[in-house]
């Protein structure tokens, strides 16, 4: 059973999906600490590049399925207009109220 974003644990993440699900730039760089970083399957990216082409100019959505490591760990759905839908795993770091780092990847179909 998917969770509804404003249900999410941590509201720095919550702030987070909920701006990128919106696919709202200003909020989305509202919820990031300056200097945020992210890498993608165990690639470091570069925040910019890819939340322009895998969210912001392709429609990227995220359902979340579960939360766990108090908030901060989701696996959810990921869908784009590039790529379609896949199961991912996100794990965020936080802090001062912000996510100063993310990682996802593609989670093996079980």
Request: proline share 4%; glycine share 6%; no cysteine.
């Amino acid at each position: 059973m998917d969770i509804p974003v404003d249900r999410l644990t941590e509201p720095a993440v919550r702030a987070f999906v909920t701006a990128l699900n919106a696919n709202d730039r200003a909020a989305f760089d509202a919820a990031l600490v300056p200097g945020a970083t992210m890498a993608d399957d165990g690639t470091e990216r570069d925040l910019r590049e890819w939340t322009e082409r895998e969210v912001f100019s392709s429609n990227g959505r995220m359902v979340v399925e579960s939360e766990d490591d108090d908030g901060l760990f989701l696996v959810a759905t990921y869908s784009n207009d590039t790529w379609g839908a896949m199961r991912t795993a996100w794990r965020f770091t936080v802090e001062d109220g912000k996510v100063a780092r993310f990682e996802t990847g593609q989670v093996p179909v079980e």
